[in-house]
């Protein structure tokens, strides 16, 4: 079967393996869209953190179930899977936090992932894709994690959201933010990206910091409240440490995208809001039900994301293309046929 590997910072090879062969308790599937993420980005360019080389990228994954004995599961179904392997028997385990498991393997970066076009995985992390597609199932994750983050936060039709950065999973908070019932506010320095948020998702409130008063326009768009619940999903440390500023008295801050760096804040500024600091991790079997269920019933559609696709075999040489920012690229989508 044929494979990418990701050999060092900057670059892919495609090769040929044999087929996995599958253990007890685990079942064969073929890779048939593969969603490229951040994370990919990051470790295709040498930026993320602790990444070892060489390593098969690929955890945003839609796949057709071919041999296995998983209960429920049929040769030639549409199944996605939960790409966070935990050990079952740590603290954050043994408590039903699976996502910030002590020894967890995330499928496609602590141990080599999807782009192949077969893969063997624990019939524990299958999740049926009945109804839904192979380009739906392939989003389910970056939605799942979009889902843990609302969740987390508690939001409920009361707060006033703020979403910073807009890429895919900003987009995914945004409108599970919005399912939750809360008004909205979106910033980004990237118009592009706004008005993609004002025109598919119908947010009204958009803040472009480079153009306006990051802290004037929330004041405005909140009545002088500010917002309840912030969400970064940035991954900017310049980004996270101003928005200590944006919150609201008794407000949440809520660390979705991660940077390297150390957090500076004003601890009486803090102090003072009675201010609540979560990070979110990855998600749990719950957020990707809750996923499944909203694409299924229609409450998200997530198609719109999909901005650009290709082949397997075209991938390497159109990466380079695909990920430059003037590109405007929400979601890229690897089609395996
Ligand atoms: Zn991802
Ligand atoms: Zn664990």
Not at 38 to 48: L, R, S
């Amino acid at each position: 079967m044929k494979y990418i590997v990701c050999e060092k910072p900057h670059e892919f090879l495609l090769k040929q393996k044999p087929v996995p062969q599958r253990k007890p308790g685990e079942s064969l599937l073929k890779i048939r869209k593969i969603g490229i993420c951040g994370t990919d980005i990051h470790a295709y360019g040498g930026t993320q953190p602790y990444f070892n080389y060489p390593r098969v990228l690929g955890h945003e994954l839609a796949a057709e179930y071919i041999e296995g004995e998983a209960l429920g599961f049929n040769m030639g179904d549409r199944v996605t899977f939960i790409p966070y392997f935990n050990c079952s028997k740590c603290i954050a385990c043994r408590n039903g936090l699976t996502n910030c498991c002590v020894n967890m393997q995330v499928f496609g970066v602590h141990i080599d992932g999807g782009m192949a076009e077969y893969v063997c995985v624990k019939d524990d992390y299958l999740l049926h894709g009945e109804g839904l597609n192979y380009d739906e199932l392939a989003l389910v994750e970056p939605l799942a994690i979009a889902a843990h983050a609302v969740r987390r936060a508690g939001v409920t039709k009361n707060d006033t959201v703020l979403v910073m950065g807009a890429g895919p999973i900003g987009i995914g908070l945004v409108q599970f933010a919005q399912q939750a019932g809360a008004m909205v506010i979106v910033m980004d320095i990237n118009d592009h990206r706004l008005n993609f948020c004002r025109e598919e998702l119908g947010v009204k409130a958009l803040i472009n910091p480079y153009k306006a008063d990051v802290i004037e326009s929330l004041a405005a768009l909140t009545n002088g409240d500010m917002p309840t619940v912030i969400f970064d999903a940035t991954g900017n440390r310049n980004v996270m440490n101003s928005a200590f500023n944006y919150m609201a008295h008794g407000g949440r801050f809520v660390l979705v995208g991660l940077q390297k760096g150390e957090l500076a804040f004003s601890h009486p500024d803090f102090h003072k809001r009675e201010s609540t600091l979560m990070s979110s991790r990855n998600a749990t079997r719950q957020d990707f039900d809750y996923v499944l269920q909203s694409l299924r019933s229609g409450t998200i559609d997530p198609k719109r994301y999909i901005t650009h696709r290709g082949s397997f075999e075209s991938m390497i040489e159109q990466f380079n293309d695909w990920i430059d920012p003037k590109n405007n690229a929400i979601k890229i989508i690897i089609d395996v046929d």
